[in-house]
């Protein structure tokens, strides 16, 4: 048994985020293939490797092309903007292009021309692009495909360099895989899929001897100026302290009534869930409650995936919010992405760097129906990774989540599971009376508070969401057509039934109904 490898003893591919999963990289001298299917990055993941070898950690590497001539090798490499040839005049980089024939002679002897060259070099790491060439030549000849990969492998150890092997993907026939798989001591698989018509790449390390890793699917995209770049898949996000701060402070959520519905606003640390169809408030409510972070001294981030910054700063001013003014002074961060091209795992990083960069405490998502609408199978897990994090940095957020459904918790329990990961619920809901739409807020779910569980009437308006002062309302019987909430039952069943002694005796005297009344608001915090 190999002993385990230690970061110190770990050689660095150098490939963005590949450490990361690899836990500082990978054994030295370690034998390892990395296949997929055509055009999914092995040959620009093998360039990685041997460029960032050489230019950045001091270990020469050549490159063995059986199919792919040399010009075209470094055209690649150019377009990324790696200077290839600067570092083969340098003499620390080595193109060879040969044939299976070849490069399996010389395997069979210790001192054959590729040794010595390599030596020469001082070389470290080395390239075969790729294996299904030795492959293709075992099975023209009729020799078994087992004894040269045998014959390779030991013919790698001989040199002493960390090999990468690429290999065309394959299952093997009845779900035998083949023999290489068994031999090689760590296998990277690389998946190109097209899903709504947009292409997702993934790298998967399903094996590694001596060592730890990261196992799991992980987003792999091809970057310009970059190469290949890993985004490890944040479920995979280690929890940092099994002891997760908590704090008795509470902020307000910009509306003390909502404070009041709520035993006194958000615990710092918490997650809330803000559901509700569209037209309710739920942006207008998360940018009220940033704007009321932001005057208690916190750093506030709004991820939109629904409205274009340009648009969310005009529809803001017009509520008197001056957004632009607070992301002017650092004080908010917007981070815009288009659902159309959201990737989970590429999405996560970009805002766990941002958090951590400007030391962000309170987070609105508006909305997490796109999640949702990304990655239906991974949005449970990734929402739960999420909350996790910012959780453990005791900062405090907002999930928008627009929910079609009349009460909006069955729709968050089931579908969306996240009920269990929020402390709070906020319902925002229509409640029709006679021809009129009114506007509900109700409060179903806040840990660790007293909580009255009362349906308030609210309208938006200038400062955010106003709730509408029930004991005002109801000071004079005789307006009855706008009545309050409070002389309703089943108002979020939409079907609310009231009765009224002004009404029933203006109807049974053949008297006119009295008049309806304006409802008085709070006012805003």
Request: proline share 5%; glycine share 8%.
């Amino acid at each position: 048994m190999c002993e385990e490898a230690t970061v110190e003893t770990l050689v660095k591919t150098g490939i963005l985020g590949l450490d990361e999963v690899l836990m500082g990289g990978l054994p030295r001298n370690n034998n390892l293939i990395v296949e997929g299917a055509p055009g999914s990055g092995k040959t620009t993941l093998g360039l990685g490797f041997i460029y960032a070898g050489a230019a950045h950690y001091g270990e020469p590497g050549a490159i063995i092309s059986f199919e792919l001539d040399p010009q075209k090798l470094l055209r690649d490499a150019a377009g990324f903007n790696w200077p290839m040839q600067e570092l083969i005049d340098a003499g620390t980089i080595k193109i060879i292009q040969t044939s299976p024939a070849v490069l399996l002679n010389e395997f069979r002897t210790s001192d054959g021309v590729l040794t010595s060259v390599l030596q020469e070099l001082g070389a470290k790491r080395l390239l075969i692009d790729g294996l299904t060439p030795i492959r293709l030549y075992a099975e023209r000849h009729d020799i078994p495909f087992r004894e040269d990969v045998h014959l390779l492998i030991e013919g790698l150890t001989r040199l002493g360099v960390t090999t990468m092997v690429t290999a065309e993907q394959d299952e093997g026939t009845n779900g035998v895989y083949p023999h290489e798989r068994f031999v090689f001591d760590t296998i990277i698989s690389l998946t190109r899929e097209e899903q709504h018509r947009r292409v997702h790449r993934r790298l998967t390390v399903l094996k590694s001897r001596g060592q730890e890793f990261i196992g799991g699917s992980h987003t792999m995209r091809i970057e310009k100026d970059v190469g290949i770049h890993v985004y490890r898949r944040a479920q995979s996000r280690p929890v940092t302290s099994d002891d997760q701060p908590t704090s008795s402070e509470r902020l307000s959520t910009g509306s003390r009534a909502i404070d009041s519905m709520m035993d006194g606003g958000i615990y710092q640390g918490s997650v809330t869930m803000v559901t509700g169809i569209s037209g309710t408030g739920k942006t207008v409510f998360g940018v009220q409650f940033l704007t009321s972070a932001i005057k208690a001294g916190h750093k506030t981030l709004l991820v939109s995936l629904d409205e274009h910054p340009r648009q969310l700063m005009r529809n803001a001013a017009s509520l008197g919010f001056d957004i632009a003014g607070q992301v002017e002074a650092g004080n908010l961060f917007i981070h815009y992405e288009s659902p159309l091209e959201l990737e989970l795992d590429v999405h996560f990083d970009l805002i766990i760097k941002l958090v951590e960069e400007h030391g962000i405490d309170c987070v609105v998502f508006d909305s997490v129906a796109v999640y949702e609408m990304s990655s239906r199978d991974e949005v449970a897990d990734y929402l739960y990774a999420l909350a996790t994090f910012v959780k453990d940095r005791l900062a405090t957020i907002l999930f928008n989540y627009e929910s079609p459904e009349l009460l909006g918790i069955s729709q968050i329990s089931e579908d969306l599971k996240g009920s269990h990961l929020v402390d709070n619920i906020i319902l925002l809901n229509y409640v029709e009376i006679s021809t009129q739409l009114r506007r509900a807020i109700a409060v179903p779910k806040v840990r660790g508070s007293r909580n009255p569980q009362v349906t308030r009437e609210y309208v938006i308006g200038e400062g955010g969401l106003l709730l509408v002062d029930d004991e005002a309302a109801a000071e004079d019987p005789g307006t009855v057509p706008q009545l309050p909430f409070s002389s309703y039952y089943g108002l979020l069943s939409r079907s609310p039934s009231r009765t009224s002694p002004s009404i029933e005796v203006a109807v049974a005297q053949g008297k006119e109904l009295p008049d309806s009344a304006e409802l008085p608001v709070e006012p805003a915090s």
